[in-house]
């Protein structure tokens, strides 16, 4: 009796040991996943990977944007022409895009903001359907018109390296700024001042 006893407690140590053991490694295991989580978004930029137009010169400050009529999620058309005479403030994103998610909710409150002063709005969503963006959209809340380019046709054209992109154009129909990555609050502050009065 007195050996199996010594043998129970000699092992109650090594069981100790190994549960040590594994919640250190799954700990480890944790933090290196949200480590790699958090650092594939460092820049704020969404890499994408679209085929240029051939031909077709990237938006350039100083120069106009390059034209296109698309779709809308609800099935109306929308070109870059009904926005003639306008400050816009052209966006390009989508729905499954971590960064353009994670400023949506102030680029909504900012579109809120200035719209009554004269801004206007036009996302384009690239690489998805439009059923996943009327849904996207209807659960942030967005206001603002979004057409959608699965084929990624428009977002060729304007020869995207990363999202979300803004092209900030003025009423003389001039892209006044370009900026790639996620935006804060105090950024798109700026960004509206280069379009409006």
Known sequence: MGVA????????????????????????????????????????????????????????????????????????????????????????????????RAEAADFEATYEKYRGRGLNVLAVFISEPPTDVKAYAQRAGLTFPIVVDPGDKIASAYSLVGIPTHILIGSDGTIKDIKIGALSPDDMEKAVATILP
């Open 5 to 100: 006893l010594g043998s129970i407690r000699g092992s109650r140590p090594i069981a100790g040991r190994l549960q040590t053991v594994l919640v250190l490694g799954a700990t480890i295991a944790a933090i290196g996943a949200l480590t790699w989580y958090i650092g594939q978004s460092d820049d704020g930029i969404t890499s994408v990977d679209i085929r240029a137009a051939s031909g077709i010169t990237p938006p350039t400050v100083g120069k106009s944007p390059t034209p296109f009529t698309g779709v809308a999620y609800d099935g109306s058309t929308i070109s870059l022409s009904d926005y003639a005479g306008k400050p816009l403030w052209l966006n390009f994103g989508a729905s499954w895009c971590r960064d353009c």
